[in-house]
């Protein structure tokens, strides 16, 4: 059994069909029985049924997609491009072993920050449950509209219909045991907040909200920290940074692993 969500975007002398969660979404595919794999050449195929529609792009497929390696079907034409760089990072199985994979740098400028924040006050990290999450969330969104409203822009939660999904999903994932929100409380104030999630041995870090009075505290370092550690504890394999090239992902020793596009047109 296996799902493929696809809807058409009409453009001026062209029917498109794209895949739900284009361009907001890191990672894309189909939904599909991992113990039936033809199930993707299946849905691959059923897409010359549609009809009216000229150009069918798949974007964002990571190496281990479905999708990836599904026979193209013999009355289409298709097109590959790698796509935007995800970096991730291996983890090693012990957490003491992170100075490994992880450069000195960054465990030296996080134990910095650690103590300059300990000089303040208390400092703890707190992982969210279900008594907690929609708290956290709070505060995860007022820090990360603060955080880009001083920067005179909106940020990707300005919206309030993106807010509302957001609060609905991430309870969900709580309940499923997949969310890793953590709060770092700094001198009785909640100086940042990372979000995150967890499934099948990987852990991804999806978004984060720091106050931006405490910069010279490395809030976001030190959730990362917390985070990748956390991850390994957990038995994850690897840390994924997701979508971007921003630098502060390489200065945690994340390597670029490309995404696929695929674009279909009939023959």
């Not at 700094?186 to 995150?196: D, E």
């Not at 405490?214 to 990362?224: E, F, Y």
Request: charged letters at 20%; aromatic letters at 8%.
């Amino acid at each position: 059994a296996g799902v493929l969500p696809l809807y058409e975007l009409h453009e001026p002398g062209s029917v498109k069909l794209l895949p739900l969660g284009i361009s907001v979404s890191d990672y894309l595919d189909a939904l599909i029985d991992p113990s039936d794999p033809g199930v993707a050449d299946a849905l691959l195929a059923a897409i010359v049924d549609i009809p009216g529609w000229q150009e069918c792009h798949l974007p964002d497929l990571p190496p281990n997609a479905a999708l990836a390696g599904a026979v193209t079907p013999p009355a289409l034409v298709e097109t590959r491009h790698p796509g935007e760089p995800c970096p991730l990072l291996a983890l090693p199985s012990d957490p003491s072993d992170l100075a490994t994979v992880v450069p000195r740098k960054a465990l030296r400028d996080v134990r910095q920050a650690q103590t300059r924040s300990e000089a303040l006050g208390p400092v703890t990290i707190e992982s969210t449950d279900l008594s907690t999450v929609d708290e956290a969330l709070v505060d995860l969104l007022r820090l990360h509209e603060k955080r880009w409203r001083d920067r005179g822009e909106k940020g990707v939660l300005a919206d309030p219909a993106v807010r509302e999904f957001h609060c609905e999903a991430a309870r969900a994932f709580c309940a499923a045991g997949m969310l890793r929100l953590y709060r770092l409380w700094i001198a009785g104030a909640v100086a940042g907040v990372y979000y995150g999630f967890y499934c099948h041995g990987n852990a991804y870090a999806y978004l984060g909200g720091f106050d931006p009075d405490m910069t010279r505290l490395s809030p976001g370092a030190q959730l990362l920290h917390h985070a990748i550690r956390a991850a390994i504890v957990e038995g994850a394999r690897e840390f994924h940074f997701l979508r971007g090239g921003e630098s502060y992902k390489y200065a945690w020793g994340a390597v670029d692993r490309l995404n696929l596009a695929r674009t279909f047109k009939r023959s």
